[in-house]
């Protein structure tokens, strides 16, 4: 497992980007490692063992938070059928505004959720809609448009993805008379499953100083034929402002198998961003680099995703293999690279804003 790096779960490759908290061994780790086995594994002097580690109290990784907002009761998942999207809205017990500096979501039970977004809604509208069904909630992909993420975050979860604290100067503020959209795409398992999620805050007494932006390459024409090993789709978009990279995240579902990100400078020279040589569904996450990449003005993005709908891929959902386009099921496909970037300034950020809407609505 180690020695074919699969543990520890980390999908970057490594000299394809720099990223923080890198769960990857040395060479001399694992050289080490190996060697122990191959020796037959024999224990050490027991007098010398590190102290075993400690769990945060709760299951928090970041520690107790300042604020857990959770769902006041359990969702009922049924044991057959297709996914459900579910959207909970939950109020948040504030009275001032806070910054917050981190996040952190508990699924409550993991095998059955594909992935979790987090939005916030400041008018009502979703708590008005939550109320017509008993229990409260609604169904579906489509949110109020008055229910939005916190601008230029990646606030959701997915499995194997780790909380992570914001980037001085970038917290976010969170007003009160504000509702928690909590929006679960839920996959059956083949019996009645109870999920009741919950949501850390953790906040800091300093208001941010810069504003991210969350630009993302997805692709929509996926039509992967039966059988096909080596099914690529693409997409790019040229930068029109200076930015500064802080964070990639990458997605798809079950036949994805290498992801490619990275940037064609105005010189012609190729940066890369990101690539993930095996990709992994149930270690998935989003990655912030050591150190933010400046990208000028006229670069262009570009991701590019392979599949695999062989029979060989083990993580094929359908035996023998069939056509899968795009879709919201998890036996569909998906394909999104997301950059959380930096413009130099409020009016470079309005600008950049306004392009990639262009550019997504094109897309579409």
């Known amino acids: 497992m180690t020695g074919r790096r699969y543990m520890p779960p980390w999908l970057p490759a490594s000299g394809y980007g720099e990223f923080a ?26 007098a010398e063992s590190p102290a075993p580690p400690g769990w945060p109290e709760g299951g ?13 009761q359990p969702y009922t998942l049924a044991a057959e059928g297709k996914d459900v999207y579910r959207n909970l809205v ?38 008005r809609l939550a109320r017509k069904q008993n229990p409260p909630g609604f169904d579906g992909m489509q949110l109020p448009e008055t ?16 909380p992570q604290t914001e980037g001085e100067g970038l917290s976010w ?60 789709v693409e997409n790019s978009y040229l930068l029109p402002v200076d930015v500064e990279v802080l ?4 997605h798809a579902h079950y036949l994805a198998k290498e992801m490619q990100g990275y940037a064609i400078l105005p010189d012609g020279s190729k940066r890369w961003l990101l690539l993930i040589k095996q990709w992994d569904f149930n270690w998935q996450g989003d990655y912030r680099y050591s150190k933010p990449v400046f990208l000028p003005k ?55 804003a306004a392009d990639h809407f262009k550019k997504l609505t094109i897309d579409a």
């Open 21 to 46: 908290d890198a769960r990857l061994l040395s060479a001399e780790q694992l050289g080490m490692l190996q060697q122990w086995i191959a020796e037959g594994g024999a224990e050490g002097d027991p």
């Open 173 to 232: 503020p969170l007003e009160k008379n504000t509702d928690l959209v909590l929006q679960l795409h839920l996959h059956p398992s083949g019996r009645l499953e109870q999920v009741q999620s919950a949501v850390g805050f953790y906040f800091t007494e300093q208001p941010p100083t810069h504003t991210p932006f969350l630009l993302r390459l997805p692709q929509w024409r996926i039509d992967i034929p039966a059988g096909a090993r080596d099914y690529a």
């Open 247 to 250: 964070r990639v995240s990458p």
């Open 60 to 72: 928090w990784q970041l520690g107790e938070p300042d604020l857990v907002v959770k769902m006041p």
């Open 90 to 127: 939950i109020p948040i017990p504030i009275t001032t505004r806070h910054y917050v500096k981190a996040m952190e979501f508990q699924p409550g039970n993991p095998k059955v959720i594909h992935h979790a977004s987090i939005n916030f809604d400041q008018t009502g509208e979703s708590r």
């Open 298 to 352: 006229g670069t262009k993005m570009v991701m590019r995703f392979t599949y695999d709908n062989s029979a060989g891929n083990l993580h094929n959902p359908n035996q023998p293999p069939r056509r899968v386009r795009y879709g919201a099921q998890t036996t569909d496909e998906m394909a999104q690279l997301a950059f959380q970037v930096l413009p130099r300034n409020a009016e470079d950020r309005a600008t950049l």
């Open 147 to 162: 229910a939005t993420m916190a601008a230029g975050q990646m606030l959701g979860w997915e499995p194997g993805k780790r």
